[in-house]
């Protein structure tokens, strides 16, 4: 039994409802046509190039991607310009192209609830509170609308050494690595957590209360703001620097486990295709 490219995408907004994105955003059905046959979903972090081959030759129908193709446009699409690459990739094999990010963000069954339970957050609570998007809070298979980021208490105390070689152990390996701020041995029992790009929301891991606040793509001045902002250390809370597409690879696991309940005669594939931006160090 075969199903639709419409039909999967009306399952994935139904469970990431594309309201629940950033009014800067752009979700949703890139390239496809609904009418058209899936059997194979591939699972990425990036549409890049080299994801895009992966689709092809992996015989996907589909490419279901966190971060979106043209978040800034285009006005030109050429096959030698690297977004054309991938439009022209796709569009020749006969592969749809489907884009959540703020969405996913927000739900219960995206970042924010890969990143709860791979550290067992005790009863967490958003970081950034969901906002009213006149749908509903609840939407479809348990998917519900939590906010940006979480807080949560840990099942025990830790310490801020401690907790980073355990993240190190449960996102995929980056050639930067994983950095943490302060002493290694401070601890740690409440626990701040933004997938993504989090230094905006320096402030509010501050008004949390937590122990240490974890997010990527830390920029060193407004880094060093937040460790300075006291003449105590210990008043704010330590950072915890993940890469940012590891840190967003923790919710395909969660889209594969989605798509197997809800449409199980489809293949999930996950990509084998790192797309972090560092490939080395010295």
Same mark, same amino acid.
């Given at each position: ?19 629940? %994105?950033?009014?800067?955003?752009? /979700?949703?059905? *890139?390239?496809?046509?609904?009418? $058209? ?11 890049? *190039?080299? #994801? ?7 015989? %996907? ?22 977004? &054309?690459? *991938? #439009? ?5 094999? &006969? ?17 924010? &609830? ?11 609570? @958003? ?13 479809? +298979? ?8 979480? /807080? ?18 449960? *996102? @995929?390996?980056?050639?930067? &690595? ?47 703001? +937040? ?16 890469? +940012?597409? $590891? ?36």
């Amino acid at each position: 039994m075969n199903t639709t490219l419409g039909a999967v995408v009306g399952t994935l907004e139904a469970v990431y409802p594309l309201a629940w %994105a950033e009014d800067w955003d752009r /979700v949703g059905l *890139v390239l496809g046509e609904r009418s $058209a046959e899936v059997r194979r979903v591939l699972l990425a972090v990036d549409p890049t *190039v080299s #994801v895009a081959r992966e689709a092809v030759e992996r015989d %996907a129908q589909l490419l279901v991607t966190h971060h979106p193709l043209l978040l800034r446009g285009a006005s030109f699409l050429p096959a030698d310009d690297g977004k &054309g690459a *991938v #439009v022209t990739e796709l569009i020749r094999a &006969g592969i749809g192209l489907w884009c959540g990010h703020t969405n996913v963000d927000r739900s219960t069954r995206g970042t924010v &609830g890969a990143w709860s339970t791979a550290l067992d957050l005790q009863d967490p609570r @958003p970081l950034i509170p969901g906002r009213e998007t006149g749908e509903a809070a609840r939407a479809a +298979h348990g998917s519900t609308l939590f906010g940006l980021g979480a /807080v949560g208490e840990l099942p025990a105390p830790t310490t801020v050494g401690e907790l980073t070689a355990q993240i190190a152990g449960i *996102v @995929p390996a980056t050639a930067r &690595g994983i950095a943490h701020t302060g002493p290694a041995d401070r601890p740690v029992r409440t626990v701040a957590v933004c997938p993504g790009a989090g230094d905006s929301f320096l402030g509010e891991a501050t008004s949390s209360e937590a122990d240490v606040y974890i997010t990527s793509d830390l920029r060193h001045h407004p880094a060093l703001e +937040h460790i300075e902002d006291a003449a105590d250390p210990s008043a704010v809370p330590a950072l915890i620097d993940v890469a +940012h597409a $590891a840190s967003e690879a923790l919710w395909l696991p969660l889209a594969k486990e989605l798509l197997a309940e809800t449409v199980p005669e489809l293949e999930v594939l996950i990509s084998e295709v790192p797309t972090d931006s560092w490939t080395g160090r010295a």
